[in-house]
T-cell receptor, first 113, second 112 residues
Framework: KAGVTQTPRYLIKTRGQQVTLSCSPI?????VSWYQQTPGQGLQFLFE???????NKGNFPGRFSGRQFSNSRSEMNVSTLELGDSALYLC????????????FGPGTRLTVL | QKEVEQDPGPLSVPEGAIVSLNCTYS??????FMWYRQYSRKGPELLMY????GNKEDGRFTAQVDKSSKYISLFIRDSQPSDSATYLC????????????FGKGTLLTVNP
């Protein structure tokens, strides 16, 4: 079974721009979560989607948003990029039996200049 | 006080050593406990997933949870150079709380 895939793998943007990252979960997984990983803060939860509905949200500003499609694929968007948004953005999907059991993709490394 | 504390290391051991990695937590609502391994420039890989106190073994890996002390451990027996990675503990509250709270990770190097 194919794992979680994320595109693009690398991205360079400038301050003020916006960016959209994509995630395809493992087949059969309907829950998708997003995390931001930085050296200083580690892995921090952004939000979680199930059946196209956001069920939980972390403590990030409104510039960070996401959505999920009917095929469970998910996108996250960051508007008005800041230097501090440079990070590895990770997507994880969960099987129907246990949302806490999360399988991660390789991540998208975003650099904001 | 952070919800999850993990010694960042780095930890360096010779090949074949037993490795002990630990996390403490403050939120008594946590019910599910996980260990992830993350190689450089890769996403975290789920190693162990446990619920409730006790031990769980999988090959060379043993996860231990002590809810009364709010303390979890991961033991790696017969460590190999391929085990060199960052190890992250994670936990969640179950129920309608779908987020994982992670420790900062411990960088482990196993020297041949």
């Amino acid at each position: 079974k194919a794992g979680v895939t994320q595109t693009p793998r690398y991205l360079i943007k400038t301050r003020g721009q916006q960016v959209t990252l994509s995630c395809s979960p493992i087949s059969g997984h309907r829950s998708v979560s997003w995390y931001q990983q930085t050296p200083g803060q580690g892995l921090q939860f952004l939000f979680e989607y199930f059946s196209e509905t956001q069920r939980n949200k972390g403590n990030f500003p409104g510039r960070f948003s996401g959505r999920q499609f009917s095929n469970s694929r998910s996108e996250m968007n960051v508007s008005t990029l800041e230097l501090g948004d440079s990070a590895l953005y990770l997507c994880a999907s969960s099987p129907p039996r246990g949302v806490d059991e999360q399988f991660f993709g390789p991540g998208t490394r975003l650099t904001v200049l | 006080q952070k919800e999850v504390e993990q010694d960042p290391g780095p930890l360096s051991v010779p090949e074949g050593a037993i490795v002990s990695l630990n996390c403490t937590y403050s939120n008594s609502a946590f019910q599910y406990f996980m260990w992830y391994r993350q190689y450089s420039r890769k996403g975290p890989e789920l190693l162990m997933y446990t619920y409730s106190s006790g031990n769980k073994e999988d090959g060379r890996f043993t996860a231990q949870v002590d809810k009364s002390s709010k303390y979890i451990s991961l033991f790696i027996r017969d460590s190999q150079p391929s085990d060199s990675a960052t190890y992250l503990c994670a936990m969640s509250g179950g129920g309608s709380n779908y987020k994982l709270t992670f420790g900062k990770g411990t960088l482990l190097t196993v020297n041949p």
